[in-house]
């Protein structure tokens, strides 16, 4: 006898517990399903129109990024030691959710040109070059002109003394 359509497990996913390969894992993931307006930024293409014009190490105001950043938990594991050796208890965590925001492609090209990475300075006499590629770039992700991305979320740690 079948479940009614209800209960029913979609065809796309096997029942839990079930596999036709002894030993085979099990991974669930959770993806946001929320629709966007408009097409996303092409982020990858814009990274890459970027490093075309800079080079493959990422840069910041006349230095140079290091490759590798600490993992947000290590980081996290040695603020809280300092925080701790500093007198200060907690913390008390407070997420705050992302949000769907909209951008025009003037938006999009300003926020590449905000990063200090991509800051125009860094391209000199090329940075109309530069503009005008992501232009380019923008207008065949979103004819029309309009950009959506999800914004992540925020977490805030608060410390007490």
């Not at 796309?12 to 079930?18: D, H, I, K, N």
């Amino acid at each position: 006898m079948r479940p009614p359509p209800a209960t029913r497990t979609p065809p796309w996913r096997p029942a839990l517990g079930r596999s036709d390969v002894p030993g085979a894992p099990l991974s669930s993931t959770s993806l946001s399903t929320a629709l966007l307006p408009h097409p996303r930024p092409p982020r990858q293409e814009i990274d890459d129109l970027v490093r075309s014009f800079l080079g493959p190490r990422r840069r910041a105001g006349h230095g140079i990024l290091p490759e590798v950043a600490a993992a947000d938990e290590d980081l996290g594991a040695r603020e809280g030691e300092v925080y701790r050796a500093a007198g200060f208890t907690g913390p008390t965590r407070i997420e705050i959710p992302g949000h769907v925001v909209v951008r025009s492609a003037d938006d999009v090209v300003a926020s590449v040109f905000s990063l200090s990475s991509a800051a125009p300075h860094l391209f000199g006499d090329r940075v109309g070059d530069v503009e005008a590629g992501l232009r380019q770039l923008l207008a065949a992700a979103g004819p029309d002109g309009r950009f959506s991305e999800q914004m992540a979320g925020t977490t805030v740690d608060v410390w007490r003394r």
